[in-house]
């Protein structure tokens, strides 16, 4: 009979800190592999207050977007570990840092994986002088199509990058998730 692992037994959290702590005990334990390890954004989205409270493990920093025009493109910058990386409990709690963000009306975040921020392409595909699409050059999509709607604005960045590679295969995959306050 398969016993159940007393780290996920049906207990739910609303502290994305506990969620990652949760997820490192398991991931840094002795039955996994130790070359695993795992990035993440663990947050939880309050929909009445608008506010979004995050832990970074490692991973990609969110976008936040605002609608005026005025306020600018805002990487939400938090520290924290990968998951899976250290066994020990106190120092990956002393590295995850929680931060909250309160979204605006028309306000958008966007959470990506490193897929999107470090495709590249060979140099001889030469569309435009950059053989990498990075950071800079989603903010610079994100600045142009910020007031489109958030269907909109995933097929303006999913356009730029098929238009980016050229032809070319991927050489990642990558996910894009853009939130939007009402």
Excluded: C
Excluded at 109 to 128: F, K, N, Q, W
């Amino acid at each position: 009979m398969h016993k159940p692992d007393p780290l996920f037994l049906p207990v739910y959290h609303t502290d994305p800190k506990k969620i990652a702590a949760q997820l490192n005990a398991y991931f840094s334990g002795a039955t996994v592999d130790r070359h695993i390890f795992i990035t993440a954004i663990i947050g939880v989205l309050d929909i009445r207050l608008h506010r979004f409270s995050y832990i970074r493990a490692g991973h990609t920093l969110p976008i936040r977007v605002p609608h005026q025009s005025d306020k600018k493109l805002e990487f939400l910058n938090t520290r924290g570990w990968g998951i899976g990386l250290t066994g020990n409990e106190a120092i990956f709690q002393k590295q995850m840092e929680i931060k909250q963000v309160t979204l605006e009306s028309k306000d958008r975040l966007l959470l990506y994986t490193d897929g999107l921020i470090e495709a590249s392409r060979p140099a001889a595909a030469a569309v435009e002088p950059r053989t990498s699409f990075d950071e800079e050059a989603l903010v610079a999509v994100l600045s142009r199509v910020r007031h489109q709607n958030v269907l909109e604005i995933q097929q303006e960045i999913e356009a730029v990058l098929t238009q980016f590679y050229d032809g070319h295969a991927p050489v990642d995959d990558y996910t894009l998730l853009i939130l939007q306050r009402a």
